[in-house]
Nanobody
């Protein structure tokens, strides 16, 4: 079993930054992929970014189709089994519940989700 505990969400104003963290614990082993998805109100859950334990990164698209790369940066600390999402220049359309994930051997585990609200 894998447990994922995310933190760092909150209410911010447009243009501000947030850093999300997610620590994994339980039974897993390398190689595994960690990442973030988000789900805006009334929308489907979509990929934000993933990162392998060797550092290969894949970014999803933003709500308007532009890549989130450049606005968001994913990173991880393998020693701490922790993945981070640095989010800069936040916009109202970034408002969503952000879910941490860990994928291994065809299985995907989800964290409980952390709310990010961008509003003036």
């Amino acid at each position: 079993q894998v447990q994922l505990v995310g933190s760092g969400g909150g209410l911010v104003q447009p243009g501000e930054s947030l850093r999300l963290s997610c620590a994994a614990s339980g039974s897993f082993f390398s190689p595994y992929v960690m990442g973030w998805y988000r789900q805006a109100p009334g929308k489907q859950r979509v990929l934000v970014a993933t990162i392998t334990d060797s550092g290969n990164i894949n970014y999803g698209d933003s709500v308007n189709g532009d890549p989130v790369k450049g606005q968001f940066t994913i990173s991880r600390d393998n020693a701490k089994n922790t993945v981070y999402l640095q989010m800069n220049n936040l916009k109202p359309e970034d408002t969503a519940v952000y879910y941490c994930t860990l994928r291994q051997l065809g299985l995907i585990y989800w964290g409980q989700g952390t709310q990010v609200t961008v509003s003036s």
